[in-house]
């Protein structure tokens, strides 16, 4: 039996208090002496006290690697299997994705009926990444790199801006405690550590216990991207900021101070001299007419959700999912008109089943819905969208995609997946890369 003692949370002592006004309660109601006995012998055998009862709380154990290990140079190795992947990315004939915390798979799509793995580009701490040029800018921990893919088969790291992203473990549910000195946390284990009973309450008043820590041509992302480029500069999202590089040399050069953007930022978007950054909160439009100080227009709000945005035409399209870390119930599709980005408006909201990632291209719009598939809408008449669906294609799991003149690309959990498309209904699979 649980050890309860009074004065030593506010938690225990207010159920007990529910329990006496119960107890009370049913007393003047009934007035039976054997429900006085009974409820006092339940009082009693509550607060008894076992002091050899074991007590263990969840508890983050740090993985910490030093700095110098990690600033080691991208190296192409051989291609590896697709075992956790993030961020899609494609230019020319190459397609990139990102194997979360780890990597980058590049994958010759020259044919695209036979796509092929041809190497990993092998950089740990990489989440995020785009292209412009021969030049892939990817992050590693705090790092900016700078990757010259000109030659394929001879990557190798031309610039580093370091320092200048925040520990990416800060977007997890839990606090934490970084390293010092030229240590790094890049992860944590999790195990049961036996504490006492005063530790296991303050565990369940405050929900975490953690250690402290040992001491020209630029591609096409998706649309879950933290990453775009426009012009010579690249735009960064965290959860909470941006950052600016400019990119017109070799060297990326951060660009003044990050932009505070409060919290929950998830995606970033580029369209005209506008960037649209999707958020948990709601939708934030940026004028980058001056590309070093993109200055906020407005925000459109709407309920706590994840959030990915895609425009065309003056029209926003905004997802918003339940899930693990969207803290809502909600899953639909919203218009929103942004002719005036100074005063986004709602024009209609459409149900949708789990959507994740959202691409546009021409008159077509294609949702992924996870396990449940992708789907695709004419939008020639954005107002009239919700009879517009043309094709529900279950028979795929898709997390993100990306709409091209000449094929359209889906990644989920069945790896990459090609499909030749229009906007009637066609929709054929050309080829499919498992993981």
């Not at 993030?86 to 009926?113: A, C, L, M, Q, R």
């Not at 900016?144 to 200048?164: F, G, M, P, Q, Y």
């Not at 909160?281 to 200055?295: A, C, F, Q, T, V």
């Not at 969208?385 to 990306?402: E, Q, R, S």
Request: charged residues 20%; hydrophobic residues 35%; contains cysteine.
């Amino acid at each position: 039996m649980t050890c309860i003692r009074f004065g030593y949370s506010k938690m225990i002592l207010k159920h007990y208090k529910a329990s006496i006004n119960l107890g009370l309660f049913y007393i003047y109601q009934m007035k039976r002496v054997n429900l006085v006995i009974l409820f006092a012998s339940i009082l009693v055998s509550g607060i008894s006290c076992n002091d050899q009862e074991e007590y263990t709380i969840p508890t983050y154990r740090p993985i910490v690697i030093s700095k110098a290990d990690l600033m080691t140079s991208p190296e192409l190795i051989e291609p590896i299997a697709i075992n956790n992947p993030g961020k899609i990315y494609t230019k020319g004939e190459y397609v990139y994705i990102n194997e979360i915390d780890s990597g980058i798979h590049i994958i010759d799509n020259k044919t695209t009926s036979n796509p092929k793995l041809i190497g990993f580009i092998d950089l740990p701490g990489t989440n995020n990444l785009a292209i412009k040029g021969n030049l892939l800018y990817a992050d590693s921990y705090f790092d900016l790199v700078v990757i010259d893919i000109s030659d394929i088969n001879n990557i190798h790291e031309v610039s580093r801006t370091e320092d200048v992203f925040e520990n990416p473990f800060s977007d997890d549910f839990y606090f934490y405690k970084t390293a010092t000195g030229d240590s790094i946390v890049t992860g944590y284990d999790v195990y049961k550590k036996p504490v006492s009973y005063q530790e296991w309450l303050d565990y369940n008043q405050h929900d975490f216990a953690l250690e402290d820590a040992a001491s020209g041509d630029i591609g096409t992302g998706g649309s879950l991207a933290r990453f775009t480029i426009s012009d010579n500069y690249l735009y960064s999202v965290s959860s909470h900021d941006m950052r600016i590089f400019n990119i017109s040399n070799i060297e990326a050069k951060s660009v003044g101070d990050p932009i505070d953007l409060n919290w929950g930022i998830e995606t970033i978007f580029p369209y005209e001299n506008l960037l649209f950054l999707g958020s948990e909160w709601g939708m934030h439009i940026y004028d980058k007419s001056n590309p070093e100080l993109p200055k906020h227009l407005s925000t459109y709000e709407h309920i706590v959700s994840c959030d990915p945005v895609v425009v065309k035409d003056d029209i926003a399209y905004v997802t918003l999912r339940s899930g693990t870390n969207c803290q809502n119930i909600i899953n639909q599709l919203e218009l929103v008109d942004v002719s005036n980005p100074a005063k986004p408006k709602a024009i209609t909201e459409y149900e949708m089943l789990n959507p994740h990632g959202l691409g546009v291209i021409d008159n077509c719009l294609f949702i992924t819905e996870g396990e449940y598939g992708i789907k695709s809408f004419n939008i020639s008449d954005p107002f009239q969208i919700d009879k517009n669906m043309i094709a529900h294609h279950k028979d795929v799991h898709a997390i993100d995609v990306i709409p091209l003149a000449e094929v359209l690309m889906l990644i989920g959990n069945d790896g990459l997946v090609q499909y030749e498309y229009d906007c009637e209904g066609k929709f054929e699979k050309i080829s499919q890369l498992s993981l």
